[in-house]
């Protein structure tokens, strides 16, 4: 049963071991540039905490999620800022878990009304991912990523 695991000085290396396939590098940062950026926050109308998991399966790391809140923010409270599943693991189904728990924790918090997540327009893969767990694409391009969301309350 998979699981997901806070990142901590125990399991980082691990994470950042993990890769997408050559074809989907474009599609996603690093797990250590996010795991630093987590360290910082984010600053986009307001600052964002940054929250960087592991996702496991039989002890196994087979993927990484990171998500943002900003209970200030005009729009999203919360923001899915990564997600990925390592090229050994990938079509077995870690993505949409990764997803299913980050939503949620979304819907468990009454603060949350909406939540975003950007994603290169030619992933084709995440937009169906995404569109089938009920986010919508808002027509905005945010850093030349498609935006869509999912509305909560």
Same mark, same amino acid.
């Given at each position: +049963?998979?699981?997901?695991?806070?990142?901590?000085?125990?399991?980082?290396?691990?994470?950042?071991?993990?890769?997408?396939?050559?074809?989907?590098?474009?599609?996603? =940062?690093?797990?250590?540039?996010?795991? %630093? #950026?987590?360290?910082?926050?984010?600053?986009? @109308? !307001? #600052?964002?905490?940054?929250?960087?998991?592991?996702?496991?399966?039989?002890?196994?790391?087979? &993927?990484?999620? +990171?998500?943002?809140?900003?209970?200030n923010?005009?729009k999203?409270? %919360?923001?899915?800022?990564?997600? +990925?599943?390592?090229e050994?693991?990938? !079509?077995? &189904?870690? /993505?949409?878990?990764?997803?299913?728990? +980050?939503?949620e924790?979304?819907?468990?918090d @009454?603060?949350?009304?909406?939540?975003g997540?950007?994603?290169?327009?030619?992933?084709?893969?995440?937009?169906k991912?995404?569109?089938?767990? /009920?986010?919508?694409?808002? &027509?905005?391009?945010?850093? !030349?990523?498609? =935006?869509? =969301?999912?509305?909560?309350?």
């Amino acid at each position: +049963m998979p699981e997901i695991r806070p990142v901590t000085k125990d399991n980082w290396q691990q994470l950042i071991r993990l890769q997408v396939r050559e074809d989907q590098k474009s599609f996603v =940062v690093s797990n250590l540039y996010s795991i %630093a #950026h987590a360290q910082f926050g984010d600053e986009y @109308e !307001g #600052h964002w905490d940054l929250f960087p998991f592991g996702i496991y399966d039989d002890n196994q790391p087979v &993927g990484f999620l +990171m998500y943002g809140l900003n209970f200030n923010h005009s729009k999203q409270q %919360a923001f899915i800022q990564r997600l +990925m599943v390592d090229e050994k693991s990938q !079509g077995r &189904g870690y /993505g949409r878990f990764g997803m299913e728990i +980050m939503i949620e924790i979304f819907r468990d918090d @009454e603060r949350i009304l909406e939540a975003g997540i950007s994603y290169e327009p030619q992933n084709e893969g995440a937009r169906k991912l995404y569109a089938s767990l /009920g986010f919508v694409e808002t &027509g905005e391009v945010m850093e !030349g990523e498609s =935006v869509a =969301v999912l509305r909560l309350r």
